[in-house]
């Protein structure tokens, strides 16, 4: 605007030098037509140019690349449920095709002019949900974005996950549940590396096979936190794992650096600074005054208490977040490079769980050119979750919680299938050979298929 102000100017003072030979009517005319003409240039409307979806479970997430920052407005219709986004002085310059709406909250995506120069959208749902929106700004992969979020508002049971404490009897050993978060998806791709490949693509990769590895552990049961490429908030991945009572959080990361010489996994646990900063906010918010710290509900506390009891159970699940980083670390210094000798401390919202233990596993440099030949290869992606699940089997060997069927395994039997070995059998409890044939007067390491072991308590 500022550019056609001095345009205006500068063709006003040349008119003005040249008035005695022109009509003062004409004069007004030309100036009057310079005007509509700025006017109009400013005016001219932004575009959307495409759009990209992603949908998870109980959310769908739609983002409209637009030319610039636009006016928008959004309102809920009803009978049918649809959602609809009024644009001022804004154009379609291609359809919605391609877009999937199978596995969606939506239906359909529909278009239509307003008012000559506005546009519409209607996305027509399958549920009630609610609407939300904001603009983005541009950043190095994308310009300026339109998002829609529509989250669920359906009324369903909480998805818990299938273990054996909320089916056995009362009081019957349940598995040690473990949740995996895969960093970033959807929109949100994390780092990149130089040929490509997208951090939030081999994270999902490398969790999935640590879900494979841990369904076969006896005694654990995976809880899978991200399961395809959408987005999910930080504070969204806490609270699935605190629903499904997730005794452990891991949450995988591929890390970036502009020196692309940078190389090694890292394990990061919450910092004391960051446990500060959450308790705070839960003792702030009334939603979560109520909830449950370590069993212990502080709703019908008073302040000083409350704060005591948030920081007693901080404290206690920072110390358990460093021993079971301190385990995954071993294992993965023994895969390959690590950054750092010691687990880390940072301020990583998806650690500030109060009362599980979480980690966050930075599996090596994505911006570097071996690393990420690694980080794309299958068998080193079985590798990295192979080393968590055994640092993971390590914490839980001296730390089961009470009431799982880990903290019982003394009255565990192993039946022996073809192919296994004794050192084997030991690795995979977490007990040494010589306790395992001291349990089962063994004289030597030979075993026989169907023979019954009976795996000890260190």
């Known amino acids: 605007m500022a550019n056609s102000v001095m345009k205006i100017r500068t063709i006003w003072v040349s008119l003005t030098s040249v008035q005695s030979a022109?009509?003062?009517?004409?004069?007004m005319m030309l100036l009057m037509a310079l005007l509509m003409t700025s006017v109009t240039l400013n005016a001219q409307a932004a575009s959307v140019d495409g759009v990209r979806m992603w949908a998870g479970p109980d959310s769908t997430r739609l983002v409209f690349d637009i030319s610039g920052p636009i006016d928008h407005s959004v309102f809920m219709l009803r009978s049918p449920n649809r959602v609809v986004l009024d644009l001022k002085n804004v154009r379609l310059t291609q359809s919605f095709r391609g877009l999937e709406f199978n596995k969606s909250l939506l239906s359909g995506l529909r278009s239509a002019k307003r008012n000559g120069k506005d546009l519409r959208l209607v996305l027509d749902l399958k549920t009630n949900v609610q609407p939300k929106s904001f603009l983005l700004k541009p950043t190095k992969q994308y310009g300026h974005r339109l998002v829609i979020d529509l989250q669920s508002l359906s009324v369903k049971p909480v998805a818990k996950v299938a273990h054996t404490v909320t089916k056995a009897p009362k009081g019957a050993p349940r598995d040690v549940i473990i949740a995996i978060d895969a960093g970033h998806g959807g929109d949100d791709p994390g780092a990149s590396g130089q040929r490509g490949?997208?951090?939030?693509?081999?994270?999902?990769?490398?969790?999935?096979?640590?879900?494979?590895?841990?369904?076969?552990?006896?005694?654990?049961?995976?809880?899978?936190?991200?399961?395809?490429?959408?987005?999910?908030?930080?504070?969204?991945?806490m609270q699935k794992a605190r629903e499904n009572q997730?005794?452990?959080?891991?949450?995988?990361?591929?890390?970036?650096?502009?020196?692309?010489?940078?190389?090694?996994?890292?394990?990061?646990?919450?910092?004391?600074?960051?446990?500060?900063?959450?308790?705070?906010?839960?003792l702030a918010e009334s939603e979560n005054s109520s909830d449950l710290i370590g069993g212990v509900s502080l709703d019908n506390k008073d302040d000083l208490l409350r704060s005591v009891l948030l920081d007693l159970s901080q404290n206690a699940t920072i110390a358990a977040s460093l021993d079971v980083g301190g385990h995954v670390?071993?294992?993965?210094?023994?895969?390959?490079?690590?950054?750092?000798?010691?687990?880390?401390?940072?301020?990583?919202?998806?650690?500030?769980?109060?009362?599980?233990?979480?980690i966050l596993v930075e599996?090596?440099?994505?911006?570097?050119?071996?690393?990420?030949?690694?980080l794309r290869n299958?068998?080193?992606q079985r590798k990295l979750a192979t080393a968590m699940l055994k640092g993971v089997r390590s914490y839980f060997a001296q730390n089961a919680p009470p009431g799982t069927r880990l903290a019982m395994r003394g009255n565990q039997n192993h039946v022996i299938r073809s192919g296994e070995t004794l050192s084997g059998i030991a690795q995979r409890y977490s007990v040494t050979q010589l306790a395992l044939r001291s349990a089962n007067s063994l004289?030597?390491?030979?075993?026989?298929?169907?023979?019954?072991?009976?795996?000890?308590?260190?």
Not at 22 to 27: D, Q
Not at 443 to 458: A, D, E, H, K, Y
């Open 22 to 27: 022109l009509p003062l009517t004409l004069l």
């Open 197 to 237: 490949t997208r951090e939030k693509v081999v994270v999902l990769a490398i969790a999935r096979e640590l879900e494979k590895l841990i369904k076969k552990e006896p005694g654990m049961t995976p809880l899978m936190i991200r399961t395809g490429d959408y987005y999910l908030g930080l504070r969204k991945r």
């Open 246 to 282: 997730a005794d452990l959080f891991i949450s995988i990361h591929a890390d970036a650096f502009r020196n692309g010489r940078a190389s090694g996994a890292s394990v990061y646990v919450l910092s004391s600074g960051g446990a500060s900063s959450e308790a705070a906010r839960w």
């Open 329 to 358: 670390l071993k294992e993965l210094r023994g895969i390959g490079k690590v950054h750092k000798k010691r687990v880390e401390q940072a301020s990583f919202v998806v650690l500030k769980s109060p009362d599980i233990p979480s």
């Open 363 to 374: 599996t090596g440099y994505i911006s570097n050119k071996r690393e990420e030949r690694n």
């Open 378 to 380: 299958k068998h080193y």
């Open 443 to 458: 004289r030597n390491s030979r075993l026989r298929i169907g023979q019954i072991l009976r795996i000890p308590v260190l």
